[in-house]
């Protein structure tokens, strides 16, 4: 399974460096500012957008197993709640300098960690309750791939740690897409298409 659509800045080009084995492959697909073929030296001198990775296990259950991060958020559990529009409210926590949105879309569980101190919030998205908003109405126009059990999406949005993972189980097979922009890996994820 392949994106068939990677969002890159005006004037510049997509390439990728690919590794495939029997069970498993991954892709790095990089912005460069000249045309550079798959696979070739150049292509490392480009800015990575994200990594895409398709796992395939034994069986569903280990594939599902391979998904530790999923959360079936009860609404009992939580005192704070944070309405994102879109009839979705993310449970709310804080603690230890961080706070955390978490909420569940069909059989997606989402979970946003940020800064309690602007100071540490990234320069792209300085407003992660703003961005949790964006997020759910991306999602209400477009489509992630639906997985056959659970998916999890992680964004770490600290100016030290910018990270979003986007993870689901397709049968026996796990895909996962990492980068650093949480909205460029959504749009990688809802454009990801089987052969």
């Known amino acids: 399974m392949l994106p068939t659509n990677i969002p890159v800045e005006k004037n510049r080009y997509l390439t990728a460096t690919t590794v495939s084995q029997t069970l498993n492959y991954k892709v790095n697909f990089y912005e460069t500012t000249k045309t550079a073929k798959i696979n070739s030296p150049s292509v490392s001198k480009g800015t990575l957008i994200a990594t895409l990775e398709g796992i395939k296990y034994k ?9 530790s991060d999923y959360v079936q958020i009860n609404a009992a559990d939580y005192d704070e709640f944070v309405d994102l529009g ?13 706070q955390q949105l978490l ?10 960690d940020f800064p309690s101190d602007s100071t540490f919030q990234t320069k792209d998205y300085p407003d992660s309750r ?3 908003k964006d997020i759910v109405t991306y999602l209400d126009k477009n489509m992630l791939p639906a997985p056959q059990k659970i998916g999890v999406i992680k964004i770490s949005n600290w100016n030290t740690s910018e990270d979003t993972t986007v993870q689901w189980q397709d049968n026996q097979t796990v895909y996962q897409i990492s980068g650093r922009d949480p909205m460029t890996a959504l749009k990688i994820a809802v454009a990801m298409k089987a052969k």
């Open 59 to 67: 069986g569903t259950a280990s594939a599902k197993a391979s998904i």
């Open 130 to 132: 703003q961005l949790a």
């Open 86 to 98: 879109h009839r979705i409210k993310a449970a709310e926590q804080a603690g230890l300098g961080h």
């Open 103 to 112: 909420w569940n879309e069909g059989r997606w569980y989402i979970y946003l």
